[in-house]
């Protein structure tokens, strides 16, 4: 088959790109190795959305529900994904593998579904594509049951006995609430997260986010390690509520520093708690004054933010490992894209895209998107993916029309 545009992946990117393209009557093709949304399906039972509904906004399709405020759970999001695509009868294929990628005068995709060539190639395979586990993590025994994020689905999908989150990001931080109220005893190694109210004032953290202008900060402007960082800590269950550090504390979850080592029996714990959690405060600050300048321009009342609690930092050096009975590692992931693309050049030592706007500095007609700060803060959310898209399927109209 011969397309002018070959985009892989069928999640809020992939079929962001496609609206975008066949807005411009490009002609195109998704291709998704599972079904649409699939990143989604895996997540587990309990996941919804830590951003509000209202800020789902994908291209020609925002939310269209009846509960703005609230947030969608992961079957919602799946089935809100499926509408989206049926909108304008996105040419998908399902259930095909791209299984080599070659070039020429064009893109050579072999694929399960047979050969694909197109003159442009779009990667929308998301930004959650490999696991990343802490030095060390391999010398926790084998007979301790261990999963990574993907694996987890609910607490009686574990094993019993106490359970170690290994990694404090959003995912953790929720897992560890659920685990609690489920009656599980919860370690919590813990490394460096922002966090904030979930409502300020009368409106919801990610308001002050996108009209304090945070969201809408380019990578460009950034440090590079800022793609690296956890997202700010908050949940959208049970209607959306605080979640940080210092509740999960009082919770009852024991806090330790980062993952450090297995010996002895033992897996001991970096002393650097006290500091992830006054980086966390740092960055508290640092919101808190955008978030009153925001209030001070606009002549709003300033935002209700108190001061943090003071640190109680106690926290063990080391567990036994006979009083684990799972690990769960949630510690973030890196881009897979070096495992399949045969462009090694491509991408940074992190495997990150070399790119500019979504497209290749280095492979002409390879363009990426749906990935966390690919051109802003807000790259990888619902509510900037497609404003990425709409600008690659210029970049992609502009090569294809000069070609």
Same mark, same amino acid.
């Given at each position: 088959?011969?397309?002018?545009?070959?985009?892989?992946?069928?999640?809020?990117?992939g079929?962001?790109?496609?609206?975008?393209?066949?807005?411009?009557?490009?002609?195109?093709?998704?291709?998704?190795?599972?079904?649409?949304?699939?990143?989604?399906?895996r997540r587990?039972?309990?996941?919804?959305?830590?951003?509000?509904?209202?800020?789902?906004?994908?291209?020609?399709?925002?939310?269209d529900?009846?509960?703005?405020?609230?947030?969608m759970?992961?079957?919602?999001?799946?089935?809100?994904?499926?509408?989206?695509?049926?909108?304008?009868?996105?040419?998908?294929k399902?259930?095909?593998t791209?299984?080599?990628?070659?070039?020429?005068?064009?893109?050579e995709?072999?694929?399960?579904?047979?050969?694909?060539?197109?003159?442009?190639?779009?990667?929308?395979?998301?930004?959650?594509?490999?696991?990343r586990?802490?030095?060390?993590?391999?010398?926790?025994?084998?007979?301790?049951?261990?999963?990574?994020?993907?694996?987890?689905?609910?607490?009686?999908g574990?094993?019993?006995?106490?359970?170690?989150?290994?990694?404090?990001?959003?995912?953790?931080?929720?897992?560890?609430e659920?685990?609690?109220?489920?009656?599980?005893?919860?370690?919590?190694?813990?490394?460096?997260?922002?966090?904030?109210?979930?409502?300020?004032?009368?409106?919801?953290?990610?308001?002050?986010l996108?009209e304090?202008?945070?969201?809408?900060?380019?990578a460009?402007?950034?440090?590079?390690?800022?793609?690296?960082?956890?997202n700010?800590?908050?949940?959208?269950?049970?209607?959306?509520?605080?979640?940080?550090?210092?509740?999960?504390?009082?919770?009852?979850?024991?806090?330790?520093?980062?993952?450090?080592?297995?010996?002895?029996g033992?897996?001991?714990?970096?002393?650097?708690?006290?500091d992830?959690?006054?980086?966390?405060?740092?960055?508290?600050?640092? !919101? @808190?004054?955008?978030? =009153?300048e +925001?209030?001070?321009?606009? *002549?709003?009342? /300033?935002?209700?933010? &108190?001061?943090?609690?003071?640190?109680?930092?106690?926290?063990?050096?080391?567990?036994?490992?006979?009083?684990?009975?799972?690990?769960?590692?949630?510690?973030g992931?890196?881009?897979?894209f070096?495992?399949?693309?045969?462009?090694?050049?491509?991408?940074?030592?992190?495997?990150?895209?070399?790119?500019?706007?979504?497209?290749?500095?280095?492979?002409?007609?390879l363009?990426?998107?749906?990935?966390?700060? !690919? @051109?802003?803060?807000? =790259?990888? +959310?619902?509510?900037g993916? *497609?404003?990425? /898209?709409?600008?690659? &399927?210029?970049?992609?109209?502009?090569?294809?029309?000069s070609?």
């Open positions: 088959m011969n397309v002018d545009v070959a985009i892989v992946g069928a999640g809020q990117a079929l962001s790109v496609s609206q975008q393209l066949t807005e411009r009557g490009i002609e195109h093709l998704v291709l998704e190795r599972h079904d649409i949304g699939e990143s989604w399906r587990w039972d309990s996941f919804c959305l830590v951003t509000p509904n209202w800020s789902v906004m994908l291209p020609g399709y925002p939310y529900g009846d509960d703005p405020d609230g947030f759970p992961r079957d919602e999001i799946v089935a809100f994904l499926k509408r989206h695509a049926a909108s304008f009868s996105a040419p998908v399902t259930a095909v791209v299984d080599k990628v070659e070039t020429g005068d064009r893109f995709l072999t694929t399960s579904d047979g050969p694909v060539t197109a003159r442009s190639l779009v990667l929308a395979t998301g930004a959650f594509q490999k696991p586990r802490p030095r060390g993590a391999e010398l926790v025994p084998k007979d301790i049951y261990q999963i990574d994020l993907d694996g987890y689905r609910n607490p009686d574990l094993p019993a006995g106490a359970v170690l989150i290994v990694g404090s990001g959003q995912s953790g931080c929720q897992i560890a659920e685990l609690h109220q489920a009656g599980r005893r919860v370690t919590l190694a813990c490394g460096r997260a922002p966090w904030a109210p979930r409502r300020i004032n009368d409106h919801d953290l990610v308001w002050w996108m304090a202008g945070f969201l809408d900060q380019f460009k402007d950034l440090p590079p390690e800022a793609r690296l960082l956890a700010i800590l908050a949940s959208g269950h049970d209607g959306g509520h605080d979640l940080h550090l210092r509740i999960l504390k009082r919770m009852g979850v024991t806090l330790t520093g980062r993952f450090a080592a297995v010996e002895d033992r897996i001991s714990f970096a002393s650097d708690l006290a992830s959690l006054a980086w966390g405060d740092a960055r508290y600050e640092q !919101l @808190r004054s955008a978030f =009153s +925001l209030a001070s321009r606009r *002549g709003m009342p /300033a935002p209700d933010m &108190a001061d943090p609690e003071p640190a109680n930092v106690d926290m063990p050096a080391s567990i036994d490992l006979t009083d684990i009975g799972s690990v769960l590692f949630t510690g992931f890196r881009p897979d070096t495992s399949w693309i045969p462009w090694p050049t491509a991408f940074d030592d992190h495997g990150f895209p070399k790119q500019t706007d979504g497209a290749s500095d280095v492979v002409d007609g363009y990426f998107v749906g990935l966390h700060f !690919l @051109r802003k803060r807000k =790259s990888g +959310l619902l509510c993916v *497609g404003e990425d /898209a709409a600008v690659l &399927a210029e970049l992609i109209a502009d090569r294809l029309g070609a």
